[in-house]
């Protein structure tokens, strides 16, 4: 049999599996077909992967198209950005309100609009989770399951009362929401208990449909903030770390957790924790409540950088940056398999639209910064260090994301029957962050001077070359993926 293509001499990384065996990779009709030694050169492209590691593509779960940018750009040149890195599918997140398409109104006129700006531009596949952002939204939620495939939803927790950058007082205007209606407390009760009712009505894939929570108390913020802020004595983002401290991640955490228990939605993701504090909260909460499947998330972002080490302003990000304290706290929780999965929580945000007059001023800058293409190189070099095995970095950054978000029957994995979604990395290959050699459209990092300990070489997309020889290759090939996926 002529293979579409054979991926020879790879150390094959898979989860649950301890040794990354050296071997072969078949591909045919952009799927894996065999994996073995010495499966022979009878391809149509044969390609010598020199004994590098070979890792499920990334599923990065909580990237942010279009936020800041036009989605028709964003999804060009970040999905770029993505190839760079190793990540093959991107889970971003959308919703109604200003930034992305900067409308409100139901997602029945909006979520075609999002489908056709990002269609036939991504060098990458990808999906969107969705934010019930209103109370029409809610009873949208089932046609988004059934219609369009979209088996994920977001809360942000903190909008209520406090806006992207820092405190508002204009919330029904920023989140295009009608006169009337609030997006409080209880918003985030009726939006739990219309996800329930969609998985009540679909039992075959009730286990795809879930709930993820940016956890942050807006009341808190705002009180913290102005003490900061009349103090003066702390800047940058030490500054910006304690107007939203760690404790009001754990109170939005431990209330999130007990709306779940209410409204028996077994379902929640419990995104970017990053703070002792919140780790803390979140396991104990699934030690309250072991009914409730808890996912929780952590990023690359706030694994590798801390609000000393991070390049000034620029990692402004919500939740903020921590002391080093909290990121070796996160660490702790990494190596204890406390963690589900690591993300980039990718936000391309330009200089000209992050940084205001004063480029000091934290509390003037945007939140949020690229970072896709740092995700598995940082993991598996810091990692490595660290003691972390193969075979998790590949659960952490792939197949935990993939199943959790309707993705499992395709993605997560190095097998038969999966996608061909494969990046290549050089475990020796250390390499300093520059943000001008990085495919995003971003000028800056606050990684920048950061050694990161391995490289990706080349990515595959369904055996397609996507990313080799440090460059995107060929025409953008992603595809929308509707979810639950079929194998």
């Known amino acids: 049999m002529t293979h ?9 990384v898979r989860p649950d599996v301890e040794d990354a065996t050296l071997g072969d990779i078949a591909v045919d009709d952009g799927r894996v077909t065999e994996i073995g030694p010495d499966l022979g050169t009878d391809a149509r492209e044969v390609v010598d992967g020199h004994g590098q590691l070979a890792f499920p593509g990334v599923v990065d779960a909580h990237q942010h198209w279009g936020i800041y940018n036009p989605l028709e750009e964003d999804t060009a040149t970040e999905s770029r950005a993505c190839a760079q890195g190793g990540v093959t599918t991107s ?21 075609p609009r999002v489908l056709a700006a990002s269609d ?45 950058h820092g405190r508002s007082n204009a919330q029904n205007d920023f989140l295009m929401i009608p006169e009337g209606e609030r997006y409080d407390i209880a918003h985030f009760e009726f939006v739990m208990r219309g996800i329930q009712r969609a998985r009540e009505a679909r039992p075959d894939i009730a286990d795809a449909i879930s709930l993820s929570l940016h956890c942050e108390t807006a009341e808190i913020m705002t009180a913290y903030t102005k003490i900061v802020e009349q103090e003066g004595t702390l800047s940058g983002l030490e500054a910006y770390s304690a ?48 009914h409730v499947d808890f996912r929780r998330e952590v990023t690359v972002g706030h694994l590798l950088a801390d609000i000393h ?11 903020p940056l921590r002391p080093r304290e909290d990121v070796e706290a996160l660490w702790r929780h990494v190596l204890a398999g406390d963690v589900s999965w690591v993300v980039s929580d990718h936000a391309c945000c330009k200089e000209a639209t ?14 949020g910064f690229g970072g896709t293409e740092y995700l598995l190189p940082g993991l598996v070099g810091e990692g490595l260090k660290r003691g972390l095995p193969l075979s998790r970095i590949a659960e952490l950054t792939s197949t935990a994301p993939a199943q959790r978000f309707g993705l499992g029957a395709t993605k997560g994995d190095l097998a038969p029957g999966f996608d061909a979604d494969i990046a290549l990395v050089d475990p020796d290959r250390s390499w300093v962050v520059d943000p001008a050699d990085s495919e995003s459209t971003q ?14 070489t080349r990515t595959f997309l ?24 079929a194998s």
């Open 4 to 12: 579409d293509l054979i991926l020879r001499n790879v150390r094959v």
């Open 91 to 111: 889970l971003t997140y959308m919703r109604t309100g200003q930034y992305y398409l900067n409308t409100g109104g139901p997602y029945s006129e909006f979520f």
């Open 443 to 456: 000028e800056y990092t606050p990684f920048r001077g950061l050694e990161i300990g391995s490289t990706v």
């Open 309 to 319: 080490t991070a390049d000034g302003v620029g990692g402004k990000v919500n939740p």
């Open 462 to 485: 369904r055996g397609r070359t996507v990313f080799a020889d440090g460059k995107v290759v060929g025409e953008p090939a992603g595809r929308f993926l509707r979810r639950p996926s």
């Open 120 to 164: 036939g531009r991504s060098h990458v596949d990808y999906a969107f989770h969705l934010a019930p952002m209103s109370a029409g939204h809610i009873d949208e939620i089932p046609t988004l399951v059934d219609e369009h495939g979209v088996t994920s939803f977001k809360i942000f927790m903190f909008y209520g009362s406090h806006g992207l």
């Open 243 to 290: 107007s939203r401290p760690p404790h009001s991640e754990g109170l939005a955490v431990t209330i999130a957790s007990y709306l779940a228990h209410e409204t028996g939605l077994p379902t929640i993701n419990l995104l970017h924790l990053s703070s002792a504090k919140a780790l803390e909260a979140a396991m104990l909460m699934a030690q309250t409540f072991p």
């Open 354 to 367: 992050k940084f205001g007059d004063d480029h000091e001023d934290v509390f003037a800058a945007k939140s």
